[in-house]
């Protein structure tokens, strides 16, 4: 079977637009680290060494919230630790100053300002690890959206095309019988 004209036209249209779709997708809308967004549920994925350490030198606001989260979540032991903290951050006469990290995607983890220098690093690369393992979904779904908005307007203008074929074969006499 040969190819007429419009085929190899619709074929040339589905590869260069293809090609569009690739490049907005690698380079727009490519999920990576610093465009994954943050989810109060992360913290929950760190490492406990990690979340102990942020519970351990979280401001009084942080660990309040993070008690409600715990309780919501029905994590009771998680929820009795926390409340324990705050407790004892209450008895304490000491004032607990805010520090802001940046985290690999933009976001701001406060912490205490008293914190020491591993449990920085410890936070920053947990946060990082939780990330990246949130990144294979991510992806997974963006080549999936990009095979749609490929695939779909492909179809479309193909069915088109057939369908303006069939109207234009039915306006056309019919060859003379001889």
Same mark, same amino acid.
Request: proline residues 5%.
């Given at each position: 079977?040969?190819?007429?004209?419009?085929?190899?036209?619709?074929?040339?249209?589905?590869?260069?637009?293809?090609?569009?779709?690739?490049?907005?997708?690698?380079?727009?809308?490519?999920?990576?680290?610093?465009?994954?967004?943050?989810?109060?549920?992360?913290?929950?994925?760190?490492? =406990?060494? /990690?979340?102990?350490?942020? !519970?351990?030198? $979280?401001? +009084?606001?942080?660990?309040?919230?993070?008690? %409600?989260? *715990?309780?919501?979540?029905?994590?009771?032991?998680?929820?009795?630790?926390?409340?324990?903290?705050?407790?004892?951050?209450?008895?304490?006469?000491?004032?607990?100053?805010?520090?802001?990290?940046?985290?690999?995607?933009?976001?701001?983890?406060?912490?205490?300002?008293?914190?020491?220098?591993?449990?920085?690093?410890?936070?920053?690369?947990?946060?990082?690890?939780?990330?990246?393992?949130?990144? =294979?979904? /991510?992806?997974?779904?963006? !080549?999936?959206? $990009?095979? +749609?908005?490929?695939?779909?307007?492909?179809? %479309?203008? *193909?069915?088109?095309?057939?369908?303006?074929?069939?109207?234009?074969?039915?306006?056309?006499?019919?060859?003379?019988?001889?």
């Amino acid at each position: 079977m040969a190819l007429g004209g419009w085929w190899r036209l619709w074929i040339a249209f589905t590869g260069i637009y293809g090609v569009i779709v690739v490049f907005v997708v690698v380079f727009e809308t490519w999920p990576t680290v610093a465009r994954t967004y943050h989810h109060p549920a992360y913290i929950y994925q760190m490492s =406990p060494q /990690a979340q102990s350490a942020l !519970i351990r030198n $979280a401001t +009084m606001q942080d660990l309040e919230q993070m008690l %409600v989260a *715990a309780d919501r979540a029905g994590n009771v032991p998680q929820a009795k630790e926390i409340a324990a903290k705050i407790l004892e951050r209450r008895a304490e006469k000491i004032v607990w100053d805010p520090l802001e990290m940046e985290m690999a995607n933009g976001y701001t983890m406060t912490v205490s300002s008293d914190i020491s220098h591993t449990d920085k690093d410890l936070l920053a690369k947990e946060y990082a690890r939780v990330l990246n393992a949130q990144l =294979p979904e /991510a992806r997974l779904s963006a !080549i999936g959206k $990009a095979l +749609m908005f490929w695939f779909i307007p492909c179809i %479309v203008i *193909a069915a088109f095309g057939l369908l303006c074929r069939w109207v234009y074969h039915g306006f056309r006499k019919p060859p003379a019988a001889t």
